[in-house]
């Protein structure tokens, strides 16, 4: 026993003085996160995860001559129907032969917009949620301020207002109106949400010039319709499919207009982003160190210290447990590490002093363990398939960037589907469900450590039947 | 006498990844005596290594089975292996811990603690002459210094039975000499118990008290240097360089028809070998009764043959000779 504590102990040691190593266990991850929580949270900024930005859609937009409206098709993007938040379009075919399958505009993740219209805002302000007074009601003016009130008061982070003429203004109808008139979707965005408002003014304004585009391509095509054929084939022009068209080009004519609201900001974001980003982050890099720690194995039977203690009066299964166990105490001191990094900079951020973990420590302790259980034991599974240290440094990179990505540590997630094949996932979700103050981590402790288990009981087998020492 | 080391019908076969076969230990029998210097010499991939490794509990033996002290390498590793100290061939250190730190790490191994471990610590450090360099990395040291704290390594938990594999490979001849030295202090003054081996036949018959011949993979002479030479007889051994000169089998043929006295011959050609041998030139290696009297003819027979002799070499009976008389070749290949 006391052995296999002299070479857990040498491991660590050994581990913790390599400069190179340290950078990578624990300044790469958390200058990673850092940069993240800054980029999407903003200082001190009040923000929710980018997944599920609430907005508020306004339509005002009446159809024009043709009978349909850019608004309408405009809100259905963006809210979701029965479908979600889909619309496929028919083949654009008039103008492009060689479009391959019918081109559609899908938008995951913007489950939180609505459509807001009058019966919306009264509601909202009928239930009290909403305070909002306007003399008028029942005006585009009262629709638009209760908008941006509610935007005021965090209902919604963002609202995108359609004007009335925006069909009109961008339709290219020969003769009745034959030139594109510049027209603007408002945004009206909490400024505490720097992020949230870039990303919904940044889909709006693709969504509007993909229209805008469509309506160059249609005007220039008409133009040379009328030039070949004359007025008299435009009634046969097939406008649906003429629509569909006006999403497969780009161009930029139709410009956003763009106005904030002050806001209000408690950290959330900051505070939200760094668990999300950093314990998967951690996470991903712990899954280094265990594997690297493991490697090691490999490493000191090429330098021929792993012989030296083979031949001294030390039983293997005290070697192989001596060096599982310092990787083991090694992942969960550089978890512990980055947990309270984490927690500086998120303090530092929001500038007084925030544990962003939440505040159940002997759950978080549990988590941690689990985790350290889980992430050694994915190490101790892929030291045990490569036959050389050569072999893991090609195959762990691969294997933890499906981990991290599937488990969300570069910022963005996957949908669940694909998420609980990593470990990364479970332990970044309780992490998150933790600082949020949700205890209900039971299945995550139990994928974890099951998951950690059976890893170890699979990698030592391996590692007893595969590795030869001499 | 107390034998230290008993081996019977110790026997390894390798199996290479493409299924065939390696008989690197063909059925050792050994014994070395408790307080004696036992060198193990042969050439390079005779078994030396191997042989080594089953003994120290490195290996599994396919067959056969090692005492140490009496306790079996395999079926009481552990009473074995405390025993023992083992001098790995290869450097076998921590790179990126200081001297000392090693020491005191597989000093750990060898259930030495506290006052024990840091007073054989000292000892040790200054028995290898590192006391000075003892908190710096290895991977800062030079060869030398490398190969002594290996030396130092497997001495520290004072085993009464030292391995040592090829110790003084690659490195200058000052510390060449002082783990020579080494060797000979450890059995003089602690009253160690060595097995050395070694490719180099000055080595072997410097430190030996007996030498046993290996070659691959078989014991195929076992004595004091004196038994040995016994063997071989009165015989001189006549080493003549030809550079590289073809030396077709007619030449010797002729000579050990003509020229009286000779009881061998044979021609070993250019090539690459160990640090003794001059291995630029092709040799022609002839045995003889008082070998000073054949030269004369010798010299004349290989003028008629337009071998022209680059350089004479008359070798009183040595380990050299009894392993080509053995082998029909020289040690170092
Ligand atoms: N792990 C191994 N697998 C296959 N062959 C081996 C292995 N180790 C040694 N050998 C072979 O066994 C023979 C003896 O090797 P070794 O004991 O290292 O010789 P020495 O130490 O005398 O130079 C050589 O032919 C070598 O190639
Ligand atoms: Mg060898």
Not at chain 2, 165 to 181: A, F, K, M, N
């Amino acid at each position: 026993m006391r052995k296999i504590l002299t070479i857990a102990w040498k491991e660590i040691y050994t581990t913790f003085t390599d400069r190179n190593l340290v950078l990578i266990m624990v300044a790469s991850p958390l200058v990673l996160s850092t940069i993240v929580a800054l980029a999407f949270g903003g200082l001190g900024s009040g923000d929710v995860p980018i997944a599920d930005i609430p907005i508020a859609v306004v339509n005002h937009d009446q159809p024009g001559q043709l009978g349909f409206s850019y608004g309408s098709i405009y809100t259905s993007l963006l809210v979701p129907g029965d479908q979600g938040s889909t619309i496929e379009l028919p083949a654009c075919q008039l103008f492009e032969q060689a479009q391959s399958g019918p081109p559609s505009v899908t938008l995951f993740g913007f489950t939180e917009a609505v459509e807001f219209d009058e019966a919306l805002a009264n509601s909202l302000v009928a239930s009290g949620e909403l305070e909002f007074q306007q003399l008028a009601p029942s005006s585009q003016a009262f629709v638009d301020g209760a908008a941006r009130a509610a935007v005021e008061q965090g209902i919604y982070t963002a609202a995108l207002i359609i004007p009335e003429d925006f069909t009109q203004r961008i339709s290219y109808l020969p003769m009745i109106h034959p030139r594109l008139e510049q027209t603007g979707i408002s945004v009206y965005a909490n400024s505490g949400s720097p992020i949230s408002s870039q990303v919904v003014r940044s889909i709006a304004e693709g969504i509007t010039n993909q229209i805008a585009a469509g309506n160059i391509a249609m005007a220039s095509s008409f133009e040379e319709l009328q030039a070949s054929y004359g007025p008299a084939t435009l009634g046969q022009v097939d406008f649906e499919s003429a629509f569909s068209c006006a999403f497969s080009r780009a161009g930029n004519t139709v410009g956003l207009d763009p106005q904030t609201i002050e806001g209000s900001s408690d950290g959330g974001a900051t505070r939200g982003i760094l668990v999300f980003v950093g314990s998967a982050q951690a996470m991903f890099f712990a899954l280094f160190t265990a594997q690297f720690g493991v490697l090691g194995l490999h490493n000191e039977r090429r330098q021929g210290t792993l012989q030296r203690m083979v031949v001294s009066p030390t039983p293997r299964s005290a070697i192989l447990a001596g060096n599982l166990g310092g990787v083991f105490l090694t992942v969960l001191f550089q978890l512990l590490v980055l947990i309270l990094a984490l927690t500086l900079v998120g303090s530092l951020l929001q500038g007084k002093f925030d544990f962003i973990w939440g505040d159940n420590l002997p759950l978080l302790a549990g988590l941690l363990l689990s985790v350290a259980l889980a992430v050694s034991g994915f190490g101790i599974l892929l030291a045990a398939i490569v036959r050389s240290p050569e072999q893991g440094n090609i195959l762990a990179p691969i294997t933890n960037m499906a981990m991290g990505v599937l488990g969300g540590a570069f910022g963005f997630t996957l949908p669940k589907i694909a998420g609980v094949f990593s470990l990364v996932y479970w332990g970044r979700e309780a992490f998150e469900k933790l600082a949020g103050g949700d205890s209900d981590i039971g299945l995550n402790l139990l994928v974890l450590v099951v998951q950690g288990g059976l890893m170890y009981l699979l990698g030592v087998w391996l590692f007893n039947r595969r590795f030869e020492v001499a | 006498m107390q034998s230290m080391v008993v081996t019977h019908d110790l026997t390894k076969t390798f199996r290479r990844p493409d299924g065939s076969e390696v008989q690197a230990v063909k059925g050792v029998e050994l014994e070395i005596h408790k307080g004696e210097i036992f060198s193990l010499l042969g050439p390079n991939g005779a078994g030396k290594t191997t042989t080594i490794s089953m003994m120290s509990g490195l290996l599994e033996p396919t067959q056969g089975d090692a005492l140490i002290g009496g306790h079996s390498i395999s079926k009481q590793p552990l009473q074995a292996k405390r025993l023992i100290g083992v001098v790995p061939q290869d450097i076998a250190l921590y790179p990126s811990l200081n001297a000392r730190q090693n020491l005191e790490f597989f000093g750990k191994m060898y259930d030495l603690r506290g006052n024990d471990l840091s007073g054989r610590v000292e000892e040790v450090l200054s028995f290898i002459g590192l006391t000075d360099r003892q908190k710096d990395k290895v991977d800062t040291f030079s060869g030398g210094m490398k190969r002594r704290l290996n030396v130092g390594v497997g001495l520290l938990h004072r085993p009464e039975l030292v391995f040592m594999d090829e110790p003084t490979v690659g490195i200058d001849p000052q510390s060449r000499r002082r783990i020579l030295d080494t060797v000979k202090q450890l059995r003089d003054e602690q009253g160690m118990t060595v097995l050395y081996t070694t490719h180099l036949m000055e080595e072997a018959q410097e430190l030996s008290d007996r030498v046993g011949i290996i070659d691959h993979g078989e014991v195929i002479a076992l004595g004091t240097q004196g038994d040995l030479i016994q063997q071989v007889g009165e015989e001189d051994q006549l080493v003549f360089a030809v550079g590289d000169q073809a030396v077709d089998s007619g030449l010797l043929q002729q000579i050990r028809d003509q020229v009286p006295g000779v009881t061998r011959t044979s021609y070993d050609p250019p090539g690459p070998g160990g640090e003794s041998v001059t291995n630029t030139s092709g040799l022609i290696l002839i045995q003889a009764k008082r070998g000073r009297k054949a030269l004369p003819d010798i010299l004349q027979i290989t003028n008629r043959a337009g071998v022209e002799i680059q350089s004479v070499e008359v070798r009183e009976p040595d380990l050299e000779a009894v392993f080509l008389n053995l082998t029909g070749r020289a040690l170092r290949d």
